[in-house]
């Protein structure tokens, strides 16, 4: 396990004030850099680490290289408390419902006229604007921002299959507080950093956006689009297994033929180069479709990898358990959980100087580590 002093945000303290997912992956970044990241927990621990069915595994995968505190903050005690401690830290996270931590004299006005230095976030459903009081989802904002009607089919808006804006937002988040970190150096103060759900969305939908405003057509639904390659598509191979398929650029469509031993279709009438086959793609899947429905994936796999034509099967998260790339690149590791037994968590997709930031600590149980923190708790001057 890497020790955090060998880590770029060492010495960095956070306070974590956070539920579900959105804040959590915002802690879990800084957390997995080398900060020292407090999660404060209320009595009877977070509710996330007993949500059922699709929740289940929230909290083992955001909420690792954490300590916990259990605090109630709904209690003037505890709110005193938390302010303290939020004067020891560089950083406070939370993503609570809008309004909620100024009734309790947490939020960023309050705790920054004590602290200046403190950079505070918040991860909210929209920023500041006409909407910026809606509880919002990531299934909301989904509908809201464009991504849920460019990924299904016509009439049937589809939510994409992860906690995308959730996560994403904690990654803004995240980016924000190495910015104001950055800033700080210079000026020597904090500042508020918001991170939004909805706007979240929207830039994930800006390329659609700007399709428009480039063309002035309304970009269809990713299952209506027109392509602009000839072979780029699902295709059903033996035995009912799936395999995209992409060549896009002639030479890839003249190498999939070779491979396939079918050099004759490049004699077909319309097949002829790319913008002509675009014209016949129909044709065209129908005709692949039929020759690809006799090949299995484990045969033609590898000949379309050594022949480089981008492909892939299509895999189920549970198979991804046993994905040999994941395991031998060390994106999958083994983390000790907060019941004694052990599960493997996903890395963060990057590498720093040759090393993955990886799991330094068991998941915390609940209130495991709130008489190391708060019995070292030092009242301390504004600074």
Known sequence: MEHAAQLPLAGIRVLEFTHMVMGPTCGMVLADLGAEVIKVEPPGGDKTRKLPG????????????????????????GRATAAELAGQ?????????????????????????????LIYVTHKGFLPGPYENRLALDEVVQMMGGLSYMTGPVGRPLRAGTSVNDIMGGMFGAIGVL????????????Q??????????????????????MT????????????????YDVFTLAEGEQLFIGAVSDKQF???????????????PGFEDNAARVAVRPQLLAVL?????????????????????????IVRPEQLCADPHLRQSGGLVPMATDDGGTTDVVLLPLTLGGRRPGVRMPLARVGEHTDEILGALRPVPAH
């Open 54 to 77: 699709l929740g289940i595994g929230f909290f083992r995968s955001f909420n690792r290289n954490k300590k916990s505190i259990v605090l109630d903050i709904t209690s003037e005690e």
């Open 89 to 117: 830290c560089d950083v406070v996270l939370e993503n609570f419902r809008p309004g909620l931590m100024q009734t309790l004299g947490l939020d960023h006005a309050t705790l920054s006229a004590r602290f200046p230095r």
């Open 179 to 190: 910015a104001a970190l950055r800033e700080r150096e210079r000026t020597g103060r904090g």
């Open 192 to 213: 508020e950093v918001q991170s939004a759900l909805f706007e979240n969305c929207v830039f994930l939908s800006s390329q659609h956006m700007q399709q428009y405003l």
């Open 216 to 231: 002035g057509e309304p970009p269809p639904p990713m299952p209506s689009r027109v392509s602009a390659w000839s072979v």
């Open 254 to 268: 003249v190498t999939l033929c070779k491979v396939l031993g079918r050099e004759d279709l490049l004699q077909y």
């Open 289 to 313: 479709g039929e020759i690809l429905a006799h090949h299995r994936v484990a045969d033609l796999a590898p000949r379309l990898e050594a022949a480089g034509i981008p492909y892939a099967p």
